[in-house]
């Protein structure tokens, strides 16, 4: 039987590095920072470059974040998510219909650059989601 997790998911438009330094110190844990690489898998950020997904770890807390997408400016309101993955598919592909009825996809279900199936929507509550797959370990 597979896990499912959820957790929330932060657009912080250029300050992801900054702010999860930031809550990294105040928490502990393990802090994962990731660019773009080649064809937009995932490599580790350097420097300054903008973060495509940073993902902060302590003690049962999950915290992930992003500086959000270019041309997609985010508010305050619109700017969390929930994120829900694991690795049953079909189970996965069930929530992400039944939860996306009445909303707005904005990225179908598919295969990503990283290898999962992903995919976004917001709700019909203006709830925004993100789905992950992960093969199975």
């Known amino acids: 039987m597979s896990q499912l997790f959820l957790n929330p998911y932060v657009n912080f438009e250029g300050k992801c ?3 999860m330094e930031f809550y990294h110190a105040a928490v502990g844990g393990k ?3 990731s660019a773009f690489g080649d064809n937009g898998a995932p490599r580790p950020a350097e420097g300054d470059e903008p973060i495509m997904h940073a993902r902060l770890e302590s003690d049962g807390l999950l915290l992930m974040a992003s500086d959000g997408m270019q041309g997609h400016q985010a508010k305050v309101g619109d700017n969390v ?3 829900v993955g694991g690795t049953d598919s079909e189970r996965l592909h069930k ?3 039944a939860l996306s009825e009445g ?4 990225m179908k279900l598919e295969k990503a ?3 999962d199936e992903y995919g976004q929507f917001s709700d019909k509550f203006g709830i925004n989601w993100m789905v992950n797959i992960s093969k199975e370990a």
């Open 103 to 106: 909303g707005n996809v904005t």
């Open 113 to 115: 650059p990283w290898g």
């Open 31 to 33: 802090l994962e920072l």
């Open 95 to 97: 929530i992400f219909d």
């Open 81 to 83: 998510g929930l994120a």
């Open 17 to 19: 590095r900054e702010a």
